[in-house]
Nanobody, 115 residues
Framework: QVQLVESGGGLVQAGGSLRLSCVAS????????MGWYRQAPGNQRELVAT???????NYVDSVKGRFTISRDNAENTMYLQMNSLKPEDTAVYYC?????????WGQGTQVTVSS
């Protein structure tokens, strides 16, 4: 079992920055499949950025060059640095991990970007 808690969301103006954090209830050293998704009202949940078992990082095209995913295994924490935020980035952002064939989701943190 893995519990995930996101934080760092808030209200910012376009062009601003936020850093989201996801703290896991267990060591993430051996967890390769984890990342961030987001969901805006009326839309499907979409992938934002993930680490993969192949040791690569995937970003959705719309955030490439603006968002950076990272992790601190010693602190059991994953981050999403979001720069040059746009109103279309407004969504609830979710931390996700896949362990032993099961997918775990955090409760989400709201990010709102105003024009």
């Amino acid at each position: 079992q893995v519990q995930l808690v996101e934080s760092g969301g808030g209200l910012v103006q376009a062009g601003g920055s936020l850093r989201l954090s996801c703290v896991a209830s267990r060591s993430i050293f051996s967890i390769n499949n984890m990342g961030w998704y987001r969901q805006a009202p009326g839309n499907q949940r979409e992938l934002v950025a993930t680490f993969t078992s192949g040791g690569r990082i995937n970003y959705v095209d719309s955030v490439k060059g603006r968002f950076t995913i990272s992790r601190d295994n010693a602190e059991n924490t994953m981050y999403l640095q979001m720069n040059s935020l746009k109103p279309e980035d407004t969504a609830v952002y979710y931390c996700v991990s896949r362990v032993a064939g099961l997918t775990y989701w955090g409760q989400g943190t709201q990010v709102t970007v105003s024009s």
